[in-house]
């Protein structure tokens, strides 16, 4: 039975060994003389480091692209025109499914044609040393962000190549992802990637963790979302991690928003160990964007301006793009640039918007009640705790594909459009605070003329991507006259 528990010295070497061997480059991997590597980095370089000690919300765009010296191009060009404080490296899918023949067929087509035939980097193809080279080309910290359930190669060969940041966890690089994996399994995977990043980090060098805060991207209540980030920090820490940084997916709220970063860290720094430095990441609006590329500038700005007054450690931007799928360079750039104007006007002012301390008590009341059925478990062991609320169904997560989650619960936006839970499930709450909720869709009902129903929940889901916040029918009349489902 997998437990919370530190994995052994022998059995971390064992299971380096056995998962290297699973594609050539595997074979560059050499713990101590990647240490050594490390050590050589300048402190521009450093992660962590650059992360904990800024003053203002840093900027990190998406971006990966097959071919090596694409991928150097890409990353100097959001560097330079757009003014990226961390880069990223995004993985491509068949790397994220652990196909790392398909994953070579796309780079070596890449190659010959100039084309983008995968859809990231393929850092497993490119091993040790093209990591390197890119890790020495780019003068800023760079981070791993991909999406696999089984990242443990990903991980051995990206922290050999230089990388010190890497994105994801068991239960956010699973429920929003996959089919195929249990829960259990992602968990167990996951851990070495944890001790390893924790192995590293007892010789010195600190490897950034970042479990992915917005799930599903879906209007995912902000209790829920953070719980699950104080689960995989907690995860994490046991493994030997000492650098977590939180995430937390934009819902529009600007109060509900606000109020769930300040909830993250607070809850952060109070459920992970002391010896943890704890920071945050707020990722820009996932959902569905406008077609128009001026609405869509709009929703970024939004984004800009709730991270200049909650001012998280990170913010991972957008761009004007995001409806067309991969958006192009200048593009790109220009969701930085947006990003950080608004960020520099705001970040100065005394901005005080009522509200935000009561939907942060509620947020952190909601957020106990989730932790305290995971802790209730088995003397407190998180691992069985978390299989066994989502199982019960007492923790959950919003349009998850992943069959480990039960997928009943149901959120749609209250009359100010902050995003509460329409259909509970088996979601561990009290009853009090499932008042509230139906006590402000109530109201939204109410104005609109309309009963609480599914159609409020698929009327949400579009809404931003329609030009609006809350998904309201066009008029009282039309809302009556379809009826409601």
């Known amino acids: ?116 035939t995968l859809n990231g980097f393929p850092a497993v193809n490119h091993g040790v040393e093209g990591c390197r080279e890119l890790i020495e080309a780019i003068d800023a910290p760079i981070e791993v962000r991909h999406g696999t359930p089984d990242a443990r190669l990903l991980a051995a060969i990206t922290f050999a190549g230089g990388f010190q940041s890497f994105e994801g966890g068991p239960i956010s690089y699973n429920i929003p992802y996959t089919k195929r994996h249990g829960l259990e399994e992602t968990i167990e995977r996951w851990q070495f990637v944890d001790r390893l990043a924790g192995a590293y980090t007892e010789r010195g060098v600190r490897i950034n963790r970042e479990p992915f805060g917005p799930l599903t991207g879906t209007l995912v209540p902000p209790s829920i979302a953070i719980a699950i980030m104080l689960i995989e920090g907690k995860l994490a820490a046991t493994q030997g991690v000492r650098s977590i940084t939180l995430g937390y997916g934009q819902v529009g709220n600007v109060v509900q928003d606000v ?26 609006w996932m959902g569905g964007f406008p077609p128009d590329e ?23 931007t957008k761009s004007p793009q995001e409806f067309q799928g991969v958006p192009t360079k200048e593009a790109n750039a220009a969701g930085l640039r947006t990003t950080r104007q608004v960020i520099d006007m705001a970040i100065e002012q005394d901005i005080d918007i009522d509200g935000i301390e009561e939907e942060q008590e509620l947020i952190e009341r909601e957020t106990r009640c989730l932790m305290d ?8 062991d998180v691992v069985q705790g978390t299989l066994k609320a ?4 007492a923790l959950d997560v919003p349009f998850a594909p992943s069959d480990s989650a039960k997928g009943a619960v149901l959120p749609a936006r209250d009359d100010d459009g902050r995003v509460r839970i ?64």
């Open 1 to 116: 039975m997998i437990r919370d528990e530190r994995i052994p010295a022998d059995q971390l070497r064992r299971i380096d060994e056995e998962i290297r061997s699973e594609w050539p480059t595997g074979d560059e991997v050499d713990f101590e003389e990647a240490i050594a590597y490390h050590e050589s980095l300048p402190d521009r370089k450093r992660f962590a480091d650059v992360l904990e000690s800024a003053d203002k919300p840093l900027l990190q765009p998406r971006a990966g692209v097959p071919r090596l010296e694409d991928q150097i191009d890409l990353l100097e060009y959001l560097h330079g025109e757009g003014k990226a404080d961390l880069l990223p490296t995004t993985i491509d899918s068949y790397t994220r499914d652990n196909e790392y023949e398909k994953a070579q067929e796309g780079l070596e087509k890449a190659r010959e044609t100039d084309e983008d």
């Open 259 to 284: 109020a769930a970063l300040n909830a993250l860290q607070k809850l952060g720094d109070e459920f992970l160990p002391d010896e943890v430095v704890v920071t945050t990441v707020f990722h820009e």
């Open 294 to 316: 001026a609405r869509a500038n709009g929703v970024i700005g939004l984004g800009g301006m709730t991270a200049a007054i909650a001012q998280p450690d990170k913010v991972i």
């Open 373 to 380: 059925t995971v802790l209730e478990h088995d003397d407190g």
């Open 390 to 393: 989502f199982d019960t169904g």
């Open 422 to 485: 329409f259909e509970w499930g088996d979601l561990a709450m009290d009853d009090d605070i499932k008042e509230i909720h139906k006590a402000r869709l109530s109201r939204r009902a109410d104005t609109e003329g309309r009963d609480q129903s599914f159609r409020m929940v698929a009327d949400d889901v579009d809404a931003i991507s329609d030009g609006k916040l809350i998904g309201r029918p066009q008029s009282r009349s039309q809302s009556t006259s379809q009826g409601d489902i």
